[in-house]
């Protein structure tokens, strides 16, 4: 029985109650669940902190950020992380629909509850949060999740947020075991629930466990920093979803304790409360494998932009591109494996390409003989493994100055690897340096890292830092020698050369996803720019794996946007091409779910490919034909688009 049919159920027999005379019976209160780690923090909010901006107002998001006090006390970080986490994920520009379409209205007063779910010797598995906004609807009761973007932590969805605060829905967020865990093992400082540096034996987001091994890998690279998502140990990821329907379990218990007692209002359950499954990026992932995991029918709908899902691949599936066969299904560590050994190359022809370019040629990586040859060599390596052309102009800006590649492979090694910070693998490492080389983390980076961290190296003062041969390089610096960019590229092969060793296969065979979403109705949106989570082994893969899976059964409904990428943040920026932001897509994504689950069943937008130029131009219900992504037999039609007429 579906959630809908249940809540429909519930609703019959309050009715057929009330006309027999009989007065609604109020069903006991749970108590805190048991997956819960210690005590449950109650946090009101009102006007001066409010839930969706903490009291910034959306003139404030779109402002500088909040500044910091040496020692920042909690409602300092929780203001700065709110802006950190709003701006990281979108456009702050008026023609990107920021004003109009999103981030706009008053501020949204309401509580939040915090709180750890039960882990390891590492720490807890994970942060919960849910938002409930003093305008709750009790009459049409609903749950919205937010299970952090990338690897940041408790707030890093907050911009999903705004539909259904207004709407008066809850918020039920979770970090997934990524966040804000950072470790520095220099000063054995980690960071409580709500971002106060504390020593790492006490209430931690995460430690590093401790040991002989760890003792011997601190004494002989000072200075170093564990990170969660990279050092847990557990692979975080095969876990993601749980963690999301944990947020949701979480949720129940807080509508049913902050209004307990109050006259009129039953239990909230899964019978009675509308869920849908939000996410973006890696949170999107989340709340896909959410929906697969759900068997007791906790989640109704699912609204995903961007996400990074990683289907089983299967060879009796064909994605068509404009008629051209897509390569497709392949795992999220392969791409990046390749793209830190050849983006650098295959995104320009300045210096430090035709550096990295050399470097692989003396490794007999390329076999072109000038830089233009080779930065063609290159691009053709990462096309042929399934990345759209589309992407190409967003190369450089993800290569070259996000560093995402250098950040993201190591960091993805330890995870899948289930390895420690004293395993080093591929002598990478992760901590502060300056012009002399590693030095300390400063104690102000270290206060405000819950505010100013992504959960990553390359924020928060952090880098990463090459340990290879006796001597230790940031390998986020520029390269001032062939040598220094062939420590890169030696490192970048090795991390590449352990997908042959079993503990990452194993961890990379954990996080693939089934496709079975059992017929719920889902809405995937994905920019066809995207050049970090490539649509061809996210988006269209999961598409196609899930009609295999479930043919007719399937509500899933797939919209790539020609013109978008994967960050809002560039969207409109000067020097990148022309792009539209994603996020007042999702906004419409998010209220047409919440209309199709409701008693009106709104219909959502057909599978299609959108190649609007202006951020004006809404969804389509029914696309033109010639738009339209088809499936017949095994195979996935994506044509090229056509840009609508729109106001």
């Known amino acids: 029985m579906t959630g809908r ?40 909010h009102g006007e001066t902190d409010d839930l969706l901006t903490a009291g910034l107002g959306w003139e404030g998001i779109a402002g500088q950020p909040p500044a910091l006090d040496a020692a920042p006390n909690v409602e300092q970080l929780r203001r700065r992380a709110i802006h950190a986490n709003m701006r990281g994920l979108i456009s702050v520009l008026p023609a990107q629909g920021y ?17 750890y779910l039960r882990g390891g010797p590492s720490g807890p598995a994970a942060t919960l949060m849910v938002q409930i906004p003093q305008g709750f609807d009790r009459a049409n009761p609903c749950i919205v999740t937010a299970p952090s973007s990338g690897s940041r ?24 075991g990524t966040g804000i865990g950072y470790h520095d093992l220099a000063t054995g400082t980690a960071y409580d629930i709500e971002g106060r540096p504390i020593p790492a034996d006490g209430p931690a987001q995460f430690r590093a466990p401790a040991g002989p091994a760890l003792d011997a890998f601190n004494a002989g690279h000072p200075n170093r920093v564990a990170v969660k998502h990279a050092h847990r140990g557990d692979n975080p990821e095969r876990d993601w979803g749980q963690h999301v329907l944990r947020s949701i379990e979480f949720a129940l218990y807080a509508l049913n304790d902050h209004f307990d007692g109050q006259p009129g209002i039953g239990t909230f359950n899964p019978g009675n409360v509308t869920v849908v499954a939000v996410g973006v990026s890696n949170g999107g992932g989340a709340a896909l494998l959410a929906a697969e995991a759900d068997r007791t029918g906790l989640i109704d709908g699912i609204v995903v932009s961007e996400p990074q899902i990683q289907p089983a691949p299967r060879t009796d599936l064909t994605i068509l591109e404009r008629g051209e066969p897509q390569v ?79 950040v993201l492979t190591p960091t993805y090694a330890y995870a899948y690897a289930k390895a420690s910070a004293a395993d080093h693998l591929c002598r990478t490492s992760f901590g502060a340096a300056g012009p002399e080389g590693v030095t300390p983390w400063s104690e102000a980076a270290r206060a405000g890292a ?86 061809n082994h996210s988006s269209r893969a999961y598409l196609g794996l899930n009609r295999l899976v479930e043919g007719q059964r399937s509500g899933v409904r797939y919209v790539e946007v020609v013109n978008g990428n994967h960050f809002d943040a560039v969207a409109g920026a000067p020097g990148f091409p022309p792009l539209v932001a994603l996020h007042g897509y999702v906004n419409q994504g998010i209220a047409a779910m919440l209309d199709h689950l409701g008693k009106g069943k709104a219909p959502l937008p057909e599978s299609q490919v959108f190649a609007a130029t202006a951020v004006t131009c809404p969804i389509p219900v029914q696309p033109a034909a010639a738009d339209r992504i088809t499936w017949e037999d095994t195979t996935l039609a994506i044509p090229a688009g056509s840009p609508p007429a729109c106001p």
């Open 99 to 115: 004003g109009t379409l999103y981030g706009s209205g008053p501020r949204i007063p309401g509580v939040e509850y915090l709180a």
């Open 328 to 406: 497709h299904g392949r795992g999220l560590y392969e791409v990046f494996a390749a793209m830190n050994l050849y983006a650098d190359c295959a995104s320009g022809t300045a210096a430090p390409n035709v550096l990295r370019c050399a470097a692989l040629k003396e490794r007999r990586l390329l076999t072109a003989e000038t830089p233009p040859e080779q930065n063609v060599e290159a691009k053709g390596i990462i096309h042929r493994l399934g990345l759209l052309p589309d992407a190409d102009p967003l190369m450089a800006w993800h290569s070259g100055t996000a560093h995402l590649w250098r």
């Open 450 to 535: 819950f505010a100013t961290g992504n959960g990553l190296a390359g924020s928060a003062g952090l880098t990463v830092l090459n340990d290879a041969g006796g001597q230790t390089t940031n390998d986020l610096a520029p390269a001032a020698s062939i040598e220094g960019e062939l420590r890169r590229v030696d490192a970048a092969i090795c991390l590449r050369d352990l997908m042959g060793q079993e503990a990452l296969r194993a961890g990379l065979a954990e996080v693939r996803a089934t496709g079975d979403l059992r017929g719920r109705p889902a809405l995937i949106l994905h920019g066809r720019k995207d050049g970090l989570v490539a649509p």
């Open 5 to 44: 049919t249940r809540r429909a159920l519930a609703r019959t027999i309050s009715a057929l109650a009330l006309v027999a005379g009989l007065a609604p019976q109020a069903e006991a209160k749970p108590a805190k669940p048991d997956f819960i780690d210690g005590e449950v923090l109650v946090r009101p």
């Open 153 to 176: 932590g408790i707030y890093g969805a907050i911009s999903v947020a705004e539909v259904p605060l207004k709407r008066g829905c809850a918020v039920a967020y979770t970090d997934k």
